[in-house]
């Protein structure tokens, strides 16, 4: 009798525990969870978001810095001064054989 009794006692407590009542008394609880399981999944999608944006701007980043050295090469390679010569030459322009003249002032003042 006393393992039927236990038995029972054991029913009520869990039919006591998960109850409607029992429910009913915790549901704010319950709403607290959801609202932080609701918080939890957003922080997620805004971190994966922001990761794929630093990805995407890291990306840029490299590329534009492989455009700046290209160009900064290039800007290099026609200043030197016989690509400069070769490049004015159809103007008309050449480079000088001769060191330019020095002009003297012949009052004599010199400032």
Same mark, same amino acid.
């Given at each position: 009798?006393s393992?039927?009794?236990? $038995?029972?006692?054991?029913?009520? /407590?869990?039919?006591?525990?998960?109850?409607?009542?029992?429910? +009913?008394?915790? !549901?704010?609880?319950? !709403?607290?969870?959801?609202? @932080?399981?609701? +918080?939890?999944?957003?922080?997620?999608?805004?971190?994966?978001? *922001?990761?794929?944006? $630093?990805?995407?701007?890291?990306?840029? @980043?490299?590329? @534009? /810095?492989?455009?700046? =050295? &290209? #160009? =900064?090469?290039? +800007?290099?390679?026609?200043?030197? /001064?016989?690509? @400069?010569?070769?490049?004015?030459?159809?103007?008309? #322009? =050449?480079? #000088? &054989?001769?060191?330019?003249?020095?002009l +003297?002032?012949? *009052?004599?003042?010199? =400032?």
């Amino acid at each position: 009798m006393s393992e039927e009794k236990e $038995i029972s006692r054991r029913r009520r /407590q869990r039919k006591r525990l998960f109850g409607y009542r029992w429910i +009913v008394k915790n !549901l704010p609880f319950f !709403l607290f969870l959801s609202g @932080l399981a609701i +918080v939890y999944i957003a922080n997620g999608h805004f971190a994966d978001n *922001t990761v794929r944006n $630093i990805n995407k701007v890291n990306r840029e @980043l490299k590329e @534009l /810095q492989y455009e700046y =050295k &290209t #160009l =900064k090469s290039d +800007v290099m390679f026609r200043s030197k /001064q016989s690509e @400069l010569a070769k490049s004015v030459e159809p103007l008309g #322009l =050449k480079e #000088l &054989t001769v060191p330019p003249a020095i002009l +003297v002032d012949s *009052t004599g003042n010199e =400032k």
